[in-house]
């Protein structure tokens, strides 16, 4: 099998599909991985050492011509549907998520450069409306509409060429979900051309915080029945394209045993051997909003342990493990607070077999995981270990949807506290937990991580029903001919203000220094 795969960047390779390319180079496939993000070949290579490149190969995946008109017209229909969905009111416990597409979507519909007037003023309008307010109705009658007009947007001859070049068996695209993502263009490319295509779901959070799929493909990838249910109820994609396989990018963790002792790993930190230590996982600056705000939490819970009542807690080691590209701790001196360090020095994510082995041991030894919302909670999790969590406000935990999957209520394993206190009675109690609380996790666990089995690895699965993809047969899709021909004229009208617009910018310059020196016009006051 030949397959096409075009990813965003190297860290979804490395961090996510590593596995599953192996698996598929390891069973006599080949690959071309085709990167959508402009990145330094140097950093692409040295990032891909580890992969077996007997049956790899890599390049850059072509987009659109900048000259192209439907290149706007395309981003303007995506990004209205991006809009649309957070209109809805499932999110309006969600105003952070809401806020962040409004202001980086509207702000950039109302200054891009080169689109047509008429279709800017628009979607500017129906824009703010959607951003006013929640209105499920409307959110349902606009993704509609945009899904009519995506499908009369013709597909780019660029990306035709390059599929034909590469004639693969199958197409793979990750991870589609970027405000106005321009990744549905090798989706659809593939579906013309007659190649079954896949849209792959990166991760936990995919399908609720980003922007939608806007292509139903012949299969979606997810990891479990909740994140399926998110692809149908959310998405509007058709239940018999999504496929669950599991996590693959969890696998490691499961067979992965410590590299070092307890004793050797602790003494190398700088935590006092003879004590437990508790691990706090850093989030994403996105989580956290403010990274003082974290700093200032995790320096709050550290005083509230030394000032516990329970012994344990008082002696206890903080082991904070920063956000790969944090670099807000490294001026702050977690050892005068006695027994807490920061670590690793270098942080960075764990993807060498090093980087991987240190991150396991942290999680390994720790007699519990404290973190706000991050994916490293479920690596505890599947590792065995308690994990806790304070909601507070400024960190807004449950306006995040993904995060819901966590809680008990959900079938979640985290044990959550409205206060410090609250969590630090909660984080003694876990010390002593029994069978109960690893039974939870396990549950948990198996349904979200390994739905098709708790022995069987997610990666073969994966390989598995790719391979499947392959031999599916893919159903051509129709458009709108009267929809085609007025997105043509927008798209004309683009194209035509792409190219006059250098032309026209020295002539207005001459003229306005030509009726300058005629004294027609006087400069800013602030012009000598």
């Known amino acids: 099998m030949k397959l096409l795969f075009f990813v965003r960047e190297l860290p979804y390779v490395q961090r996510i599909y590593a596995p599953l390319l192996d698996e598929l180079i390891d069973r006599g496939h080949t690959v071309h991985l085709a990167f959508t993000k402009k990145t330094r070949w140097d950093r692409i290579e040295r990032g891909l050492a580890g992969i077996d490149r007997q049956g790899l190969t890599l390049g850059y995946a072509p987009h659109r011509r900048h000259a192209d008109g439907w290149r706007r017209v395309a981003w303007l229909v995506r990004s209205v549907a991006d809009l649309a969905r957070y209109a809805h009111p499932r999110y309006d416990g969600a105003p952070t998520l809401r806020r962040r597409v409004t202001e980086k979507v509207l702000h950039r519909i109302e200054t891009g450069r080169y689109l ?84 792959a779901v990166a991760s936990w959070d995919n399908l609720t915080n980003k922007g939608l ?44 045993r410590p590299s070092r002792s307890r004793d050797e790993f602790m003494t190398e930190v700088g935590l006092d051997p ?75 994510y764990a993807t060498t077999e090093q980087a991987i082995a240190d991150f396991y041991d942290s999680i390994a030894h720790s007699a519990a995981v404290v973190g706000i919302n991050t994916t490293a909670m479920i690596e505890a999790a599947i590792v065995g270990k308690p994990v806790l969590t304070i909601l507070e406000p400024k960190f807004a935990q449950e306006g995040t949807l993904h995060f819901h999957h966590l809680l008990e209520e959900n079938g979640g394993f ?56 392959a031999r599916t047969r893919v159903q051509p899709t129709s ?6 021909a007025l997105l043509t004229l927008e798209a004309a009208a683009c194209t035509a203000l792409i190219v006059a617009t250098p032309l026209v910018r020295p002539l207005r310059l001459r003229l306005v220094g030509a009726a300058r020196s005629r004294g027609l016009m006087t400069p800013p006051a602030n012009v000598r």
């Open 414 to 469: 985290l044990h959550t506290a409205s206060s410090l206190e609250e969590h630090l009675g909660r984080l003694a109690r876990v010390l002593d937990e029994g069978e109960e609380g690893a039974e939870r996790r396990r549950r948990f666990v198996e349904s979200f991580v390994r739905p098709r089995g708790l022995d069987r690895p997610a990666t073969p699965i994966f390989a598995d029903e790719v391979e499947e993809l």
């Open 479 to 484: 458009h709108s001919p009267l929809l085609r």
């Open 274 to 348: 003879n004590q437990l230590y508790v691990l706090y996982l850093c989030s994403s600056p996105f989580v956290v909003r403010k990274p003082q705000a974290e700093i200032d939490f995790v320096l709050r819970l550290l005083q509230g342990m030394r000032e516990s009542d329970d012994e344990r807690l008082k002696r206890a080691g903080l082991l904070v493990r920063p956000y790969p590209r944090g670099s807000q701790w490294r001026k702050i001196d977690l050892a005068s607070h006695g027994n807490a360090v920061r670590w690793p020095p270098k942080h960075a």
């Open 116 to 199: 047509e007037p008429i279709g800017r003023c628009l979607a500017l309008h129906i824009g703010r409306r959607l951003a006013s307010a929640t209105d499920a109705a409307y959110s349902a009658r606009v993704i509609r509409g945009a899904a009519r007009l995506e499908q009369a947007v013709p597909t780019s001859p660029e990306i035709d060429a390059f599929i034909r070049t590469h004639a693969p068996d199958a197409v793979m695209v990750t991870p589609v979900v970027k405000y106005g993502s321009d990744e549905v263009e090798y989706l659809k490319s593939a579906r013309a051309l007659g190649v079954p295509a896949a849209t």
């Open 213 to 256: 799929l806007k292509f139903d493909p012949e299969r979606v990838f997810v990891w479990n029945e909740a994140q399926r249910r998110e692809a149908i109820d959310l998405h509007g994609i058709d239940p018999d394209h999504v496929v669950a396989t599991g996590g693959q990018l969890f696998d490691k963790w499961f067979e992965r």
